[in-house]
């Protein structure tokens, strides 16, 4: 079982920064893969980011060149990175870990088994 805790959430104004974390419990957190999902209102939620076991990441388009995806295996904590934030980032964040990882399917929510309570990312314009 794992547990995950985002923290970091909060308004920002366009063209600011935030830093999201996630603290995992367990003593197996290298070995899972860990995702950044969000959900606007009235939206389904939608893949972020993901950092496998071997630190390969990958990016939604949207993200991509704005948004860094990191892990601390000695502190169990998965951090996200967002620069150059937009109006359009407004949403809640959420932490996800998965003990498989499969290119096809790692921007879908169904991999993942554990997630976190989410944290509200507000952009203002």
């Known amino acids: 079982q794992v547990q995950l805790v985002e923290s970091g959430g909060g308004l920002v104004q366009a063209g600011g920064s935030l830093r999201l974390s996630c603290a995992a419990s367990?003593?197996?957190?290298?070995?899972?893969?860990m995702a950044w999902f969000r959900q606007a209102p009235g939206k389904e939620r939608a893949f972020v980011a993901v950092?496998?076991?071997?630190?390969?990441?990958y990016y939604v388009d949207s993200v991509k060149g704005r948004f860094t995806i990191s892990r601390d295996n000695a502190k169990n904590t998965v951090y996200l990175q967002m620069n150059s934030l937009k109006p359009e980032d407004t949403a809640v964040y959420y932490c996800?870990?998965?003990?498989?990882?499969?290119?096809?399917?790692?921007?879908?929510?169904?991999?993942?088994?554990?997630w976190g309570q989410g944290t509200q990312v507000t952009v203002s314009s």
């Open positions: 996800a870990a998965s003990r498989t990882f499969n290119i096809a399917t790692m921007y879908r929510p169904d991999p993942y088994s554990y």
């Open positions: 367990g003593r197996t957190f290298g070995t899972y893969a």
């Open positions: 950092i496998n076991w071997t630190r390969n990441t």
